[in-house]
Protein backbone atom coordinates (compact mmCIF):
# COMPACT_ATOMS: atom_id res chain seq x y z
CA UNK A 1 0.00 0.00 0.00
CA UNK A 2 1.66 3.19 -1.12
CA UNK A 3 2.15 5.70 1.48
CA UNK A 4 0.13 9.19 1.57
CA UNK A 5 1.17 12.61 2.39
CA UNK A 6 -1.69 14.73 1.02
CA UNK A 7 -4.61 12.29 1.34
CA UNK A 8 -4.02 10.57 4.34
CA UNK A 9 -6.33 12.25 6.36
CA UNK A 10 -9.27 12.54 3.63
CA UNK A 11 -11.31 9.20 5.23
CA UNK A 12 -11.73 10.97 8.60
CA UNK A 13 -15.56 12.27 8.78
CA UNK A 14 -15.83 15.78 9.03
CA UNK A 15 -12.19 16.73 7.72
CA UNK A 16 -13.35 19.50 5.97
CA UNK A 17 -13.87 21.52 9.09
CA UNK A 18 -11.45 23.04 11.49
CA UNK A 19 -11.83 21.81 14.67
CA UNK A 20 -11.02 18.28 13.20
CA UNK A 21 -8.37 19.21 11.13
CA UNK A 22 -7.05 20.83 13.95
CA UNK A 23 -7.29 17.75 16.19
CA UNK A 24 -5.99 15.27 13.48
CA UNK A 25 -2.68 17.67 13.60
CA UNK A 26 -4.17 20.35 11.35
CA UNK A 27 -2.17 23.49 11.73
CA UNK A 28 1.12 22.00 13.81
CA UNK A 29 3.24 22.59 10.33
CA UNK A 30 2.14 26.28 10.26
CA UNK A 31 2.78 26.19 14.01
CA UNK A 32 6.30 24.77 13.70
CA UNK A 33 7.33 27.30 10.40
CA UNK A 34 6.22 30.40 11.65
CA UNK A 35 7.44 29.66 15.52
CA UNK A 36 10.44 28.03 15.44
CA UNK A 37 12.15 27.84 11.47
CA UNK A 38 11.49 31.65 10.04
CA UNK A 39 11.11 32.51 6.02
CA UNK A 40 14.87 31.56 4.98
CA UNK A 41 14.94 28.23 6.79
CA UNK A 42 11.36 27.44 5.18
CA UNK A 43 12.24 28.10 1.52
CA UNK A 44 15.76 26.04 2.51
CA UNK A 45 13.61 22.78 3.44
CA UNK A 46 10.90 23.26 0.50
CA UNK A 47 14.52 23.39 -1.90
CA UNK A 48 15.48 20.26 -0.22
CA UNK A 49 12.83 18.60 -0.43
CA UNK A 50 13.33 18.65 -4.14
CA UNK A 51 9.44 19.36 -4.29
CA UNK A 52 8.24 19.95 -8.26
CA UNK A 53 5.47 22.30 -9.68
CA UNK A 54 2.59 19.88 -9.63
CA UNK A 55 0.69 21.77 -12.60
CA UNK A 56 2.17 20.68 -15.28
CA UNK A 57 5.40 22.54 -15.59
CA UNK A 58 7.60 20.64 -12.57
CA UNK A 59 10.02 23.37 -12.08
CA UNK A 60 11.27 23.12 -8.61
CA UNK A 61 9.55 25.24 -6.18
CA UNK A 62 11.95 26.32 -3.56
CA UNK A 63 13.81 27.55 -6.85
CA UNK A 64 10.64 29.70 -7.81
CA UNK A 65 10.52 31.08 -4.48
CA UNK A 66 13.89 31.64 -4.29
CA UNK A 67 13.68 33.94 -7.59
CA UNK A 68 10.94 36.58 -5.81
CA UNK A 69 12.50 39.92 -5.90
CA UNK A 70 12.45 41.72 -2.66
CA UNK A 71 12.66 45.49 -3.35
CA UNK A 72 12.20 47.37 0.46
CA UNK A 73 8.86 48.76 0.91
CA UNK A 74 6.83 47.06 -2.10
CA UNK A 75 4.67 44.44 -1.26
CA UNK A 76 4.62 40.81 -2.35
CA UNK A 77 2.11 38.32 -3.20
CA UNK A 78 1.29 34.84 -3.41
CA UNK A 79 -0.84 33.30 -5.78
CA UNK A 80 -2.74 30.31 -5.50
CA UNK A 81 -3.61 29.13 -9.21
CA UNK A 82 -6.85 27.08 -8.65
CA UNK A 83 -8.26 27.48 -12.29
CA UNK A 84 -7.87 23.55 -13.13
CA UNK A 85 -9.27 23.50 -16.74
CA UNK A 86 -6.67 20.99 -18.45
CA UNK A 87 -9.20 18.32 -19.46
CA UNK A 88 -8.99 15.02 -17.57
CA UNK A 89 -7.61 16.84 -14.23
CA UNK A 90 -9.82 16.89 -11.37
CA UNK A 91 -6.85 16.47 -8.39
CA UNK A 92 -7.23 20.19 -7.33
CA UNK A 93 -10.86 19.89 -6.88
CA UNK A 94 -10.77 17.18 -4.68
CA UNK A 95 -8.45 19.08 -2.38
CA UNK A 96 -10.61 21.92 -2.21
CA UNK A 97 -13.49 20.28 -1.88
CA UNK A 98 -13.02 17.99 0.99
CA UNK A 99 -9.62 18.90 2.85
CA UNK A 100 -9.77 22.49 2.37
CA UNK A 101 -7.78 23.72 5.45
CA UNK A 102 -4.85 22.02 3.88
CA UNK A 103 -4.45 24.63 0.85
CA UNK A 104 -5.01 27.07 3.46
CA UNK A 105 -1.91 25.76 5.84
CA UNK A 106 -0.18 25.86 2.69
CA UNK A 107 -0.31 29.14 1.58
CA UNK A 108 0.10 30.37 5.13
CA UNK A 109 3.10 28.71 5.56
CA UNK A 110 4.10 29.26 1.48
CA UNK A 111 3.49 33.21 2.51
CA UNK A 112 5.05 33.39 5.65
CA UNK A 113 8.42 32.18 3.35
CA UNK A 114 8.09 34.55 0.64
CA UNK A 115 7.13 37.70 3.06
CA UNK A 116 3.92 38.20 1.37
CA UNK A 117 0.70 39.69 3.48
CA UNK A 118 -1.88 38.78 1.10
CA UNK A 119 -2.75 35.56 -0.65
CA UNK A 120 -5.31 35.16 -3.61
CA UNK A 121 -6.81 32.19 -4.64
CA UNK A 122 -8.25 32.43 -8.01
CA UNK A 123 -10.42 29.39 -9.00
CA UNK A 124 -12.11 28.43 -12.40
CA UNK A 125 -15.40 29.52 -12.73
CA UNK A 126 -17.13 25.88 -13.55
CA UNK A 127 -16.26 24.87 -9.88
CA UNK A 128 -19.43 27.29 -8.66
CA UNK A 129 -19.40 25.50 -5.22
CA UNK A 130 -16.29 25.70 -4.00
CA UNK A 131 -15.73 28.72 -3.07
CA UNK A 132 -18.29 29.13 -0.39
CA UNK A 133 -16.22 26.22 0.88
CA UNK A 134 -12.95 27.36 0.89
CA UNK A 135 -14.50 30.87 2.46
CA UNK A 136 -15.57 28.95 5.08
CA UNK A 137 -12.10 27.36 5.53
CA UNK A 138 -10.45 31.14 5.61
CA UNK A 139 -13.10 32.02 8.15
CA UNK A 140 -12.94 29.57 10.79
CA UNK A 141 -8.91 29.84 10.46
CA UNK A 142 -9.30 33.48 10.97
CA UNK A 143 -11.51 33.00 13.55
CA UNK A 144 -8.82 30.83 15.60
CA UNK A 145 -5.96 33.14 14.75
CA UNK A 146 -4.55 31.68 11.91
CA UNK A 147 -4.57 34.65 9.79
CA UNK A 148 -5.43 38.09 10.30
CA UNK A 149 -3.22 40.38 12.24
CA UNK A 150 -0.38 38.93 14.01
CA UNK A 151 -0.75 35.34 14.14
CA UNK A 152 -0.43 33.02 16.95
CA UNK A 153 1.47 36.03 18.25
CA UNK A 154 4.19 35.91 15.81
CA UNK A 155 4.19 39.46 14.10
CA UNK A 156 3.06 37.93 10.82
CA UNK A 157 0.13 39.24 9.16
CA UNK A 158 -1.60 37.66 5.95
CA UNK A 159 -5.53 38.10 4.67
CA UNK A 160 -6.34 35.10 1.92
CA UNK A 161 -8.88 36.03 -0.70
CA UNK A 162 -10.90 34.21 -3.05
CA UNK A 163 -11.42 35.19 -6.75
CA UNK A 164 -13.65 33.20 -8.95
CA UNK A 165 -12.68 33.06 -12.51
CA UNK A 166 -14.89 32.88 -15.10
CA UNK A 167 -14.09 29.91 -16.82
CA UNK A 168 -11.84 30.57 -19.50
CA UNK A 169 -8.72 27.92 -19.43
CA UNK A 170 -6.02 30.55 -21.17
CA UNK A 171 -6.34 31.31 -16.83
CA UNK A 172 -4.57 28.91 -15.88
CA UNK A 173 -1.61 30.42 -17.66
CA UNK A 174 0.28 31.94 -14.55
CA UNK A 175 0.35 35.66 -16.47
CA UNK A 176 -3.02 35.36 -18.19
CA UNK A 177 -4.36 34.63 -14.38
CA UNK A 178 -2.52 37.85 -13.31
CA UNK A 179 -4.46 40.03 -15.90
CA UNK A 180 -7.78 38.53 -14.84
CA UNK A 181 -6.74 38.95 -11.00
CA UNK A 182 -6.67 42.83 -12.31
CA UNK A 183 -9.96 42.68 -13.41
CA UNK A 184 -8.60 43.05 -17.21
CA UNK A 185 -9.04 40.57 -20.17
CA UNK A 186 -7.22 37.55 -19.27
CA UNK A 187 -4.46 37.70 -21.74
CA UNK A 188 -1.11 36.38 -21.41
CA UNK A 189 1.83 39.01 -20.57
CA UNK A 190 4.88 38.64 -22.54
CA UNK A 191 7.95 37.75 -20.76
CA UNK A 192 10.34 38.63 -19.20
CA UNK A 193 9.67 40.71 -16.62
CA UNK A 194 8.57 37.63 -14.74
CA UNK A 195 5.84 37.62 -12.42
CA UNK A 196 8.60 37.07 -9.86
CA UNK A 197 9.78 40.97 -10.46
CA UNK A 198 7.00 42.32 -11.91
CA UNK A 199 3.41 40.15 -11.37
CA UNK A 200 0.30 41.01 -9.46
CA UNK A 201 0.05 44.62 -9.72
CA UNK A 202 2.99 45.27 -10.89
CA UNK A 203 4.88 43.61 -7.39
CA UNK A 204 7.03 40.61 -7.17
CA UNK A 205 4.61 37.61 -6.68
CA UNK A 206 4.35 34.01 -6.68
CA UNK A 207 2.32 31.65 -8.85
CA UNK A 208 1.80 28.17 -7.69
CA UNK A 209 -0.52 25.29 -8.21
CA UNK A 210 -2.85 23.86 -5.31
CA UNK A 211 -1.19 20.49 -5.24
CA UNK A 212 2.29 22.28 -4.63
CA UNK A 213 1.18 24.97 -2.27
CA UNK A 214 -0.53 21.66 0.01
CA UNK A 215 2.90 19.64 -0.24
CA UNK A 216 4.91 22.43 1.75
CA UNK A 217 2.32 21.38 4.78
CA UNK A 218 3.72 17.58 5.39
CA UNK A 219 7.44 19.22 3.98
CA UNK A 220 7.51 21.54 6.80
CA UNK A 221 5.98 18.64 9.11
CA UNK A 222 8.38 15.85 8.33
CA UNK A 223 11.19 17.62 6.74
CA UNK A 224 12.99 17.88 3.04
CA UNK A 225 15.68 15.01 4.08
CA UNK A 226 12.04 12.52 4.76
CA UNK A 227 10.17 14.16 1.45
CA UNK A 228 12.85 12.88 -0.32
CA UNK A 229 11.90 9.35 0.25
CA UNK A 230 9.44 9.02 -1.17
CA UNK A 231 9.76 8.73 -5.34
CA UNK A 232 12.45 8.19 -7.21
CA UNK A 233 15.36 10.93 -8.31
CA UNK A 234 14.35 14.19 -9.15
CA UNK A 235 10.61 12.85 -8.93
CA UNK A 236 10.33 13.12 -5.36
CA UNK A 237 7.38 13.23 -2.75
CA UNK A 238 3.99 11.81 -3.53
CA UNK A 239 1.73 13.01 -6.58
CA UNK A 240 -2.26 13.44 -7.48
CA UNK A 241 -3.31 11.59 -10.10
CA UNK A 242 -6.58 12.04 -11.83
CA UNK A 243 -7.36 8.64 -13.72
CA UNK A 244 -10.37 8.64 -15.98
CA UNK A 245 -11.30 6.56 -19.65
CA UNK A 246 -11.86 3.11 -19.88
CA UNK A 247 -10.63 1.83 -16.28
CA UNK A 248 -12.76 0.04 -13.61
CA UNK A 249 -11.66 2.46 -11.00
CA UNK A 250 -11.45 6.33 -12.08
CA UNK A 251 -10.72 8.83 -8.98
CA UNK A 252 -8.00 10.41 -7.36
CA UNK A 253 -5.12 8.69 -6.40
CA UNK A 254 -1.97 9.88 -4.73
CA UNK A 255 0.90 7.51 -5.45
CA UNK A 256 4.69 7.47 -4.10
CA UNK A 257 6.38 8.22 -7.21
CA UNK A 258 8.54 4.76 -7.67
CA UNK A 259 5.19 2.65 -8.79
CA UNK A 260 5.14 1.19 -13.07
CA UNK A 261 2.82 2.78 -15.67
CA UNK A 262 1.30 -0.83 -15.87
CA UNK A 263 0.80 -1.23 -12.14
CA UNK A 264 -0.87 2.30 -11.74
CA UNK A 265 -3.04 0.94 -15.00
CA UNK A 266 -3.86 -2.82 -13.69
CA UNK A 267 -3.32 -3.34 -9.75
CA UNK A 268 -6.51 -3.23 -7.72
CA UNK A 269 -4.73 -0.73 -5.30
CA UNK A 270 -5.35 2.25 -8.62
CA UNK A 271 -7.01 1.96 -11.85
CA UNK A 272 -7.91 -1.43 -11.32
CA UNK A 273 -7.66 -2.86 -15.08
CA UNK A 274 -9.36 -1.78 -18.43
CA UNK A 275 -13.17 -1.57 -17.78
CA UNK A 276 -15.10 -4.94 -19.50
CA UNK A 277 -11.58 -6.81 -20.03
CA UNK A 278 -10.63 -5.08 -23.06
CA UNK A 279 -7.25 -3.89 -24.27
CA UNK A 280 -5.17 -0.96 -23.69
CA UNK A 281 -4.87 1.01 -26.60
CA UNK A 282 -3.21 4.31 -25.93
CA UNK A 283 -2.99 6.68 -22.74
CA UNK A 284 -2.37 10.62 -22.13
CA UNK A 285 -0.79 10.35 -19.17
CA UNK A 286 -0.80 14.26 -18.01
CA UNK A 287 -3.93 16.18 -19.26
CA UNK A 288 -4.94 16.60 -22.70
CA UNK A 289 -2.09 18.97 -23.53
CA UNK A 290 0.81 16.03 -23.29
CA UNK A 291 1.41 13.57 -25.77
CA UNK A 292 -0.57 10.60 -26.07
CA UNK A 293 1.02 7.05 -26.63
CA UNK A 294 0.29 3.91 -27.81
CA UNK A 295 -0.04 0.82 -25.29
CA UNK A 296 3.34 -0.32 -26.49
CA UNK A 297 5.13 3.10 -25.39
CA UNK A 298 2.97 3.41 -22.70
CA UNK A 299 3.85 0.49 -20.27
CA UNK A 300 7.81 0.06 -21.85
CA UNK A 301 10.05 2.62 -23.08
CA UNK A 302 11.74 2.18 -26.66
CA UNK A 303 14.74 0.99 -24.78
CA UNK A 304 12.52 -1.82 -23.24
CA UNK A 305 12.67 -0.48 -19.43
CA UNK A 306 9.01 -0.47 -17.19
CA UNK A 307 7.57 2.94 -17.86
CA UNK A 308 7.28 4.69 -14.31
CA UNK A 309 5.26 7.06 -12.96
CA UNK A 310 7.85 10.03 -12.74
CA UNK A 311 9.04 12.92 -14.88
CA UNK A 312 11.66 11.14 -16.17
CA UNK A 313 10.58 7.98 -17.40
CA UNK A 314 7.12 9.64 -18.78
CA UNK A 315 9.36 11.99 -20.42
CA UNK A 316 12.37 9.00 -21.29
CA UNK A 317 12.38 9.16 -25.63
CA UNK A 318 11.56 12.65 -25.88
CA UNK A 319 8.36 13.59 -27.44
CA UNK A 320 9.25 10.84 -30.41
CA UNK A 321 8.71 7.79 -27.86
CA UNK A 322 7.50 9.72 -24.57
CA UNK A 323 5.13 11.90 -22.95
CA UNK A 324 4.98 14.13 -19.87
CA UNK A 325 3.34 13.20 -16.38
CA UNK A 326 2.11 17.33 -16.68
CA UNK A 327 -0.73 17.73 -14.33
CA UNK A 328 -1.73 14.31 -13.86
CA UNK A 329 -4.74 14.28 -15.49
CA UNK A 330 -4.18 10.47 -16.65
CA UNK A 331 -6.54 9.42 -19.54
CA UNK A 332 -6.98 5.78 -20.88
CA UNK A 333 -8.14 4.25 -23.89
CA UNK A 334 -9.41 1.22 -24.69
CA UNK A 335 -9.52 -0.86 -28.09
CA UNK A 336 -13.05 0.56 -28.87
CA UNK A 337 -11.72 4.08 -28.89
CA UNK A 338 -11.14 5.96 -31.97
CA UNK A 339 -7.38 8.36 -32.22
CA UNK A 340 -8.96 10.47 -34.56
CA UNK A 341 -12.22 11.56 -32.68
CA UNK A 342 -10.54 12.49 -29.66
CA UNK A 343 -7.84 14.21 -31.19
CA UNK A 344 -10.69 16.60 -33.03
CA UNK A 345 -12.22 16.99 -29.35
CA UNK A 346 -9.15 18.06 -28.03
CA UNK A 347 -8.81 20.29 -30.66
CA UNK A 348 -12.28 21.74 -30.70
CA UNK A 349 -11.49 22.52 -27.35
CA UNK A 350 -8.10 24.14 -27.89
CA UNK A 351 -9.70 26.38 -30.81
CA UNK A 352 -12.72 27.50 -28.39
CA UNK A 353 -9.94 28.36 -25.57
CA UNK A 354 -7.45 30.60 -27.66
CA UNK A 355 -7.47 33.90 -26.25
CA UNK A 356 -6.25 35.19 -29.96
CA UNK A 357 -3.83 37.03 -28.73
CA UNK A 358 -1.65 35.43 -30.99
CA UNK A 359 -2.07 34.66 -34.72
CA UNK A 360 -0.56 30.83 -35.25
CA UNK A 361 -2.68 29.68 -32.11
CA UNK A 362 -6.08 32.12 -32.98
CA UNK A 363 -5.94 30.81 -36.86
CA UNK A 364 -3.99 27.43 -36.30
CA UNK A 365 -6.32 25.94 -33.65
CA UNK A 366 -9.51 26.43 -35.86
CA UNK A 367 -7.88 25.13 -39.35
CA UNK A 368 -7.08 21.94 -37.37
CA UNK A 369 -10.25 22.03 -35.85
CA UNK A 370 -11.53 21.70 -39.54
CA UNK A 371 -8.98 19.35 -41.29
CA UNK A 372 -10.00 16.89 -38.56
CA UNK A 373 -13.21 17.68 -38.55
CA UNK A 374 -13.18 16.47 -42.63
CA UNK A 375 -11.56 13.37 -41.72
CA UNK A 376 -13.40 11.90 -39.00
CA UNK A 377 -16.76 13.05 -40.88
CA UNK A 378 -15.20 11.38 -43.92
CA UNK A 379 -14.73 13.97 -46.50
CA UNK A 380 -10.74 14.33 -45.52
CA UNK A 381 -8.14 13.74 -48.22
CA UNK A 382 -4.45 12.15 -47.37
CA UNK A 383 -3.02 15.49 -48.05
CA UNK A 384 -4.70 16.82 -45.02
CA UNK A 385 -2.62 14.54 -42.83
CA UNK A 386 0.48 16.40 -44.19
CA UNK A 387 -1.08 19.62 -43.76
CA UNK A 388 -2.14 19.15 -39.96
CA UNK A 389 1.44 18.19 -39.15
CA UNK A 390 2.57 21.17 -41.18
CA UNK A 391 -0.31 23.43 -39.34
CA UNK A 392 0.79 22.24 -35.79
CA UNK A 393 4.84 22.55 -36.46
CA UNK A 394 3.99 26.20 -37.42
CA UNK A 395 2.24 26.92 -33.90
CA UNK A 396 4.19 25.21 -31.76
CA UNK A 397 6.98 27.47 -30.11
CA UNK A 398 5.53 30.72 -32.18
CA UNK A 399 3.19 31.74 -29.37
CA UNK A 400 3.55 34.29 -26.36
CA UNK A 401 2.05 31.28 -23.72
CA UNK A 402 2.59 27.31 -24.16
CA UNK A 403 -1.59 27.09 -25.08
CA UNK A 404 -0.42 26.86 -28.59
CA UNK A 405 1.93 23.92 -27.77
CA UNK A 406 -1.01 22.63 -25.73
CA UNK A 407 -3.08 22.50 -28.90
CA UNK A 408 0.08 21.63 -31.44
CA UNK A 409 1.52 18.52 -29.08
CA UNK A 410 -1.95 15.82 -29.14
CA UNK A 411 -2.39 16.27 -33.29
CA UNK A 412 1.27 15.85 -33.27
CA UNK A 413 1.72 12.63 -31.24
CA UNK A 414 -1.66 11.50 -32.85
CA UNK A 415 0.03 11.30 -36.11
CA UNK A 416 3.10 10.56 -35.19
CA UNK A 417 2.26 7.08 -33.46
CA UNK A 418 -1.59 6.96 -35.01
CA UNK A 419 -0.62 7.37 -38.70
CA UNK A 420 -2.56 4.31 -40.34
CA UNK A 421 -5.52 5.35 -38.16
CA UNK A 422 -5.84 8.81 -40.16
CA UNK A 423 -5.45 7.29 -43.58
CA UNK A 424 -7.63 4.38 -42.92
CA UNK A 425 -10.55 7.46 -42.13
CA UNK A 426 -9.33 8.65 -45.54
CA UNK A 427 -9.14 5.77 -47.39
CA UNK A 428 -12.67 4.14 -46.00
CA UNK A 429 -14.72 7.49 -45.42
CA UNK A 430 -18.29 5.20 -45.62
CA UNK A 431 -16.45 2.42 -42.62
CA UNK A 432 -15.27 5.25 -40.77
CA UNK A 433 -18.85 6.24 -39.74
CA UNK A 434 -20.14 3.27 -38.72
CA UNK A 435 -17.14 1.72 -36.74
CA UNK A 436 -13.96 2.78 -35.32
CA UNK A 437 -10.17 1.60 -36.49
CA UNK A 438 -9.86 -0.98 -33.61
CA UNK A 439 -6.71 -1.66 -31.70
CA UNK A 440 -4.33 -2.70 -34.77
CA UNK A 441 -0.88 -3.20 -33.79
CA UNK A 442 -0.63 -0.77 -31.06
CA UNK A 443 -0.54 -3.24 -28.03
CA UNK A 444 2.40 -4.79 -29.90
CA UNK A 445 5.49 -5.43 -27.90
CA UNK A 446 7.91 -3.50 -29.80
CA UNK A 447 10.97 -4.82 -31.13
CA UNK A 448 13.79 -4.14 -29.18
CA UNK A 449 16.82 -2.15 -29.83
CA UNK A 450 19.82 -4.59 -31.12
CA UNK A 451 22.76 -4.46 -28.50
CA UNK A 452 25.83 -2.10 -29.45
CA UNK A 453 28.10 -4.40 -30.84
CA UNK A 454 31.86 -4.14 -28.81
Known amino acids: MGRKLLLDKAHIEGIRYYDTYRSNGGYAAAEKALKTMGPEAVVEEVKKSGLRGRGGAGFPTGLKWSFIAKPEGVPRYLVCNADESEPGTFKDRYLMEFIPHLLIEGLLISSFALGANSAYIYIRGEYAWIPDILEQAIAEAKNKGWLGKNIQGTGFDLEIYVQRGAGAYICGEETALLESLEGKRGNPRIKPPFPAVKGLWGCPTVVNNVETIAAVVPIVNIGGDEYIKFGIGKSTGTKLISACGNIN ?144 RKIEGNTICPLGDAAAWPVAAAIRHFRDEFEWHVKHPDEALTRNFGLAHYADPLPLPEPASV
Not at 293 to 308: D, F, H, Q, V, W
Open 249 to 392: KPGVYEIEMNISVEEFIYSDEYCGGIKGGKRLKACIPGGSSVPVLPANLLLKTAKGETRMMTYESLNDGGFATGSMLGSGGFIVMDEDQCIVRNTLTFARFYHHESCGQCSPCREGTGWMKKVLHNIEYGKGKMSDIDLLWDIQ
